[in-house]
């Protein structure tokens, strides 16, 4: 079976100790994408905390952050899904 979609975790998975993103692991996502592999960060992060990685990750297309709250196409920018707490949950919640 040959994948098609690549999806990884950032924190204490894609990303080191130093929070950074090693070259062998930038070069690896270089090339499942030139594979047209689809490569997707998943977090807890929202899209915002994400930035810094965006130029060395060029292929990177979807974002899955928000813990699944958000799924984000960097290409066209926008939000393909989006799902937040109802106002009244969030006051009995407070």
Do not use: W
């Amino acid at each position: 079976m040959e994948y098609k979609l690549i999806a990884f975790d950032m924190d204490g998975t894609l990303l080191n100790s130093n929070k950074q993103i090693s070259k062998k692991t930038q070069e690896a996502i270089v090339r499942a994408v030139a594979h047209n592999k689809i490569v997707i960060l998943n977090t807890g992060r929202n899209p915002a905390e994400l930035e810094e990685f965006y130029d060395i990750l060029p292929g990177v297309r979807y974002l899955n952050c928000i813990s699944g709250a958000l799924v984000y196409d960097l290409k066209e920018k926008k939000a393909l899904y989006q799902k937040s707490f109802d106002e009244d949950i969030l006051k009995n919640i407070y």
